[in-house]
């Protein structure tokens, strides 16, 4: 006689992550437009029941996606910081923006992921407030190690703004495959253009 096998049933918050991950898989392969309740419990292996219990409805889902999406690469970016020591302002700061430039955060999954959620952002109000708040904490976290570095800029927010624009135009160049440069070559772009605040 074999032994019984036990029966262990997901915790709430493991079905959660896992229906997260598929909307981001979805999401990534199919487009926003692709992307269907259908789609996501194939992906998961669930069944639509088991969707509607755990979120209000495709759009709740797709913008606790985002959230998490956001918050993986707000992890890897601060990750990055606290690899430098305190007493290196600007090597803090650099870590921040060069991070970017490099798996988890350069990756064409993740692109494509996030192409979706620019798309959304301009048709669903919801997932548009959610974009608005990442980039707005991604600014001021650049902001703070600006502001930590000697000599900072007098206006933190725009060389925020400027720096993230470069990062944002290379990570997507870098994305994509193919760059017109190297990540050694991207990170001294961004290092110029630090220099120039001084």
């Known amino acids: 006689m074999q032994p019984r096998q036990a029966f262990t049933r997901k915790s709430a918050d493991t079905r959660r992550d896992a229906l997260i991950a598929a909307t981001a898989r979805c999401l990534s392969t199919r487009g926003a437009h692709g992307t269907s309740v259908r789609a996501i419990c194939l992906e998961a292996g669930v ?24 918050a993986r690469v707000a992890a890897a970016l601060h990750a990055a910081v606290e690899a430098i020591p305190a007493d290196n302002p600007r090597g803090r700061l650099l870590a921040f923006v060069t991070a970017s430039f490099r798996a988890p955060i350069a990756d064409p999954e ?58 944002d135009g290379l990570w997507l160049e870098l994305s994509l495959g193919n760059a017109p440069f190297s990540v050694g070559e991207a990170e001294a772009l961004a290092e110029n253009l630090l220099d120039s605040f001084n």
């Open 47 to 70: 069944s639509a029941g088991l969707l509607r219990h755990y979120f209000d409805g495709i759009d709740a889902l797709v913008a606790a996606t985002y959230r998490a999406t956001g």
């Open 110 to 167: 993740l692109l494509a992921t996030w192409l979706a959620f620019w798309s959304l952002s301009r048709t669903v109000p919801a997932i548009g407030d959610i974009h608005d708040e990442i980039y707005a904490e991604n600014r001021r976290d650049m902001e703070r190690l600006i502001l930590a570095c000697p000599n900072a800029p007098a206006d933190a927010r725009l060389a925020a703004v400027a720096l993230t624009a470069l990062v």
